[in-house]
């Protein structure tokens, strides 16, 4: 724009002195070094050097030529993997109970009714399992006046930060809610069901050798996948036995299944075995390396309810668990889908309800406990119990995710047998369309 400008400069002093542009006549120049004279207004130039961006329209620079190739070349550019798992941020909750306890400190009259309920929430949490929490009017009544409040509908997620936080809001301001309760919102999690279709890595599926059991290639498909296999890593060595600590083992597992991809997560803990297999089917009851995760000596199963509502994460995950897994009908069909059930069974691993395979020759599952010693109580520990054991929702949703999972690598094993004889339909991960090549060649001497 400068360079514009200056040349309507010298035109316009060419037009005034009548000379070439740059140049100025010997009487002009005389003028010029003369005071001009008196009751006599100096001469003035054209208005092209008196409003310079007036002079020429604005002529924007061309982007550089490899700004210009990133564009081009960023579509053919392949995804980094692991996209998509990031953990969720309480901004992206519809109503985190984070943000709405920041809401409620900020009135005076709610902070107060908040703090007064912790104290509600804390007797509860130490009521007897076989029991109804026992609720003060008080606190009933403080509950109330809260109805109106956004932290009443508030939710958590299990893979957000802050989760205990967030976890302790929730209870808080639902003293009155417990585990028998089977309503739709009963639990503190609001997750989004993950509907993405596994794409499964051609690269990575010739890494697995036909003699393999399912178990063992989901298994290495985890160990492949850089950021499964980091964490199945690490809870791999916390729950070995030689230096194995149940506590340590069990936040690994947490871990795991809380930052693992879903599917990886789901097809090395439900991968499906031939009932002969007892190899494959002692691998999948391993996975959650039982010996070391589960306790060692075999507790009443009302013993291990009342750890796990002590903990407000092991109670957010069985109430999770109690809301999406309950049967509506004699023939299992779950409350809600069954793919919430099975996001509902596996947040319970690395808990002090971690359940597992009973044998490596069926697909039943229970609690590693028992209800012998229940005395009274016999009637309501069965039923704890039976929740799992018995569960008919939660045996179809497995069956289900087993046939899938089946299936998954039963369709992938002839196109990648075509892949391998063709080598003109091998996979090229980040080679650029011809389209982009041309378009390269065609932009690139305008630059020159």
């Known amino acids: ?95 985190s109970c984070i943000q709405a306890r920041k809401k409620c400190q900020a009135d005076p009259t709610c902070d107060a009714t908040y703090q007064y309920l912790k104290s509600c929430a804390s007797s509860i949490s130490t009521s007897s399992p076989a029991e109804e929490p026992s609720v003060s009017d008080d606190c009933l009544e403080a509950a109330q006046h809260l109805r109106n409040s956004s932290l009443m509908s508030c939710t958590c997620h299990r893979r957000m930060k802050n989760q205990t936080a967030c976890l302790n809001t929730y209870w808080t301001v639902h003293p009155a809610r417990s585990l028998d309760d089977y309503e739709l919102n009963v639990s503190p999690y609001e997750d989004m069901v993950n509907r993405k279709p596994w794409k499964l890595n051609p690269r990575k599926l010739k890494q697995l050798k036909p003699d393999w059991d399912l178990c063992l290639k989901f298994a290495m498909l985890c160990t492949l ?62 996975t959650i390396a039982p010996s070391c995760s589960l306790p060692s000596e075999t507790p009443n199963c ?55 395979f009973v044998s490596t020759v069926n ?21 704890l119990e039976e929740s799992f054991s018995h569960n008919r929702c939660l045996t179809e949703a497995i069956a289900a995710t087993m046939r899938f999972h089946s ?26 369309s011809l389209f982009s090549c041309t378009l390269i060649l065609i932009l690139l001497p305008s630059f020159w």
Not at 82 to 92: C, F, H, I, N, Y
Not at 365 to 378: D, H, K, P
Not at 407 to 432: F, G, I, Y
């Open 302 to 356: 009302l013993d291990l309810q009342r750890v796990c509502l002590a903990d407000v994460l092991c109670r957010s995950r069985l109430a999770d668990f109690q809301t999406h897994c309950h049967s509506m009908d004699i023939l299992g069909t779950c409350a809600t889908e069954k793919s919430r059930c099975l996001q509902a069974y596996m947040g319970l691993i690395g808990t002090a309800m971690t359940p597992n």
């Open 363 to 383: 697909t039943s599952v229970a609690l590693s406990c028992t209800c012998r010693g229940s005395g009274n109580l016999q009637e309501e520990c069965e039923r």
């Open 225 to 286: 996948n850089g950021k499964c296999g980091r964490l199945r890593k690490a809870y791999g060595e916390a729950c070995s036995r030689p230096r194995c600590q149940g506590h340590t083992c069990r936040r690994q597992l947490r871990t795991f299944f809380e930052k693992a991809s879903e599917p990886h997560a789901q097809a090395l803990l439900l991968c499906p075995c031939a009932p002969a297999d007892l190899g494959c089917g002692q691998r999948r009851r391993n």
């Open 407 to 432: 299936q998954l690598l039963t369709q992938a094993s002839p196109v990648m047998e075509r892949q391998k004889n063709s080598p003109a339909v091998r996979p090229q991960p980040w080679v650029p």
């Open 1 to 95: 724009m400068g360079e514009c400008w200056l040349r309507a400069c010298e035109e316009g002093r060419e037009a005034a002195t009548g000379g070439a542009p740059g140049t100025q006549s010997s009487s002009a120049r005389s003028e010029g070094s003369r005071a001009p004279r008196a009751g006599r207004a100096p001469r003035r130039w054209t208005s092209a050097c008196a409003v310079p961006a007036m002079a020429c329209p604005w002529n924007p620079r061309p982007p550089p030529p490899v700004f210009l190739l990133l564009l081009l070349l960023l579509p053919s550019l392949p995804l980094l993997p692991g996209a998509g798992d990031t953990l969720p941020t309480q901004r992206q909750l519809m109503n």
